[in-house]
């Protein structure tokens, strides 16, 4: 709340800035500022209005620090030129055309083509993963962008959910050349604002975080990460703060993608640590056509439900093997030195200062879970939308979706539940009782519960998991409500954690109307 109503006032201040009387006067006698559409890597993008050429435009106002030398003022300005520059001189359909660039209230401001449009982060936070052949298809307009860029010897450094852009009419745009090089020996660092490492940790590939300079495949690696956040829900590397993320990043630790199908050779191929073991563009582009298959019709819907595809990996039994660990991909013989972490510390600071709105909006909504997990939307096409644990595995059986965590030995499961939920759930535990399905089973309750919801009851009990010797206390709570049942399954020991997040999930649950 504080941190919003700071930003808010941000904005406020701005606003009286350029305001007088009553009257709100246009940037350079031209561009009337009407809302804030978003903020970016250097500051706020502003949908306006051009009165001159009677179009609306947007403008990108630099957020300059407060506590800041001229000579790093001066660097600030030459970058946001340079990237009004680099976004020009790149003339791709998948780049926002740039009008203008002016400099006013001490600032400048970048004047640009006006499109509808979300970003790739925000659909994914809303509406929960992509599926593989529109995930692969928005990747190869960004990649096509990139190779654009590259061929002109300009290097994006900041290729992230939040800088993808999906417009009303489908065009997919690169935004944000804020961070971007010319890819010329020495000039990155003549251009760095402070010591430091720049750009959002969980996307940024390891030559980065190792103080190195970008080269085109360091685009690709991000790209890589990318398209893992798409078909998956959750960043690869996104930990709990920047230190840990970058680390991961180091240790090339990241789960192995449950959803990518045809994209995981795609998404394996960019996330190798070297850069020359990467694959090229040329060969990116080939693999992501393949991956994308036939065009979709104009009614195809953005965000697909997952579905259960091909995996290496052997899906576990359900739910009895909910409670085994599912390792991450770590990187062969990879050893994180204590001057690498040290140096990444030391960076830490200068770094943090320049997190922006956006780098943290992506860790919030796109966050793999610890301990009580952040939460992202997954949707049930004519279904239900729900907020599930980010970063689970998930599985679809039919109409049944389960989600579990390795780790912590949580799980859940929505299963459409017809019928009064009292019956069905007793129905459910006779069935159970007579197959044995749970060992040493014990029932805590079951009864109806008006209280949460017209109808509505509830099953709860324990049971043992495991061989004599070895076995695990299980708790179990099954709900049923509003034709569907919910079913959370956590380690008896940590049942007062999981039935907090349990609770989060119930809260979120929203059913669709039909017809």
């Given at each position: 709340m504080i941190v919003a109503l700071g930003a808010w006032l941000e904005h406020f201040r701005a606003h009286n800035r350029l305001m007088s009387g009553d009257r709100l006067i246009p940037l350079a006698r031209r561009y009337r500022l009407?809302?804030?559409?978003?903020?970016?890597g250097m500051g706020t993008v502003w949908r306006a209005y051009d009165e001159m050429l009677d179009r609306d435009v947007a403008v990108k106002e630099v957020h300059l620090p407060e506590r800041i030398t001229e000579a790093e003022r001066k660097v600030l300005c030459r970058r946001l030129l340079g990237e009004a520059r680099a976004t020009a001189a790149l003339k791709h359909p998948g780049v926002v055309a740039v009008h203008d660039l002016i400099v006013e209230d001490g600032r400048p401001w970048i004047v640009m083509e006006f499109l509808e449009s979300r970003s790739l982060h925000r659909i994914i936070a809303d509406g929960g993963p992509l599926g593989v052949r529109r995930a692969a298809r928005i990747g190869a307009d960004v990649l096509a962008v990139l190779r654009a860029a590259h061929a002109a010897g300009i290097l994006h450094r900041d290729v992230k959910p939040s800088n993808v852009l999906i417009c009303q009419d489908g065009r997919v745009l690169l935004t944000d050349f804020g961070l971007a090089v010319h890819a010329d020996p020495g000039r990155e660092t003549a251009e760095t604002l402070v010591a430091g490492i720049e750009g959002s940790p969980a996307y940024l590939p390891p030559e980065?975080?190792?103080?190195?300079?970008?080269?085109?495949?360091?685009?690709?690696?991000?790209?890589?990460?990318?398209?893992?956040?798409?078909?998956?829900?959750?960043?690869?590397?996104?930990?709990?703060?920047?230190?840990?993320?970058m680390v991961a990043v180091l240790l090339g630790e990241y789960p192995s993608p449950a959803r990518a199908g045809a994209l995981a050779p795609v998404i394996e191929g960019l996330l190798r640590q070297r850069p020359e073991d990467r694959l090229s563009g040329e060969a990116?582009?080939?693999l992501l056509r393949d991956a994308a298959g036939p065009p979709e019709s104009s009614g195809a819907t953005l965000v697909a439900a997952p579905r259960r595809v091909p995996s290496r990996r052997r899906a576990p039994s359900l739910p009895m093997a909910w409670g085994r660990r599912h390792g991450a991909r770590v990187r062969p013989g990879a050893v994180l030195s204590v001057t690498v972490l040290a140096a990444i510390a030391a960076g830490m600071g200068t770094w943090a200062a320049r997190w922006t709105s956006i780098g943290k909006s992506d860790a919030v909504a796109l966050r793999p879970a610890v301990g009580v997990p952040t939460t992202a939307k997954y949707r049930e096409a004519g279904g239900y939308s729900v907020r599930v644990p980010a970063g689970w595995r998930s599985v679809r059986d039919g109409p049944i979706m389960r989600w579990w965590d390795g780790g912590s030995g949580q799980a859940l499961r929505i299963a459409p539940a017809p019928g009064d939920p009292l019956t069905g759930l007793r129905a459910a535990e006779r069935a159970a009782v007579a197959g044995d399905r749970y060992p040493g089973y014990h029932r805590l309750r079951l009864a109806a519960v008006p209280e949460l919801a017209a109808g509505a009851a509830e099953w709860e009990f324990t049971w043992r998991e495991g061989e004599k010797?070895?076995?695990?206390?299980?708790?179990?709570?099954?709900?049923?409500?509003?034709?569907?049942?919910?079913?959370?399954?956590?380690?008896?020991?940590q049942w007062t954690p999981g039935q907090r997040l349990y609770d989060r999930v119930l809260k979120s649950f929203r059913p669709e109307r039909r017809g």
């Open positions: 009407l809302s804030v559409v978003g903020r970016g980065r975080v190792n103080g190195h300079p970008s080269v085109p495949a360091s685009d690709l690696w991000s790209l890589g990460a990318t398209l893992y956040t798409a078909v998956e829900g959750f960043s690869p590397f996104l930990r709990c703060h920047a230190l840990a993320s990116t582009a080939a010797g070895s076995t695990v206390e299980k708790h179990v709570l099954c709900g049923r409500a509003a034709g569907y049942e919910f079913c959370f399954f956590a380690p008896d020991s």
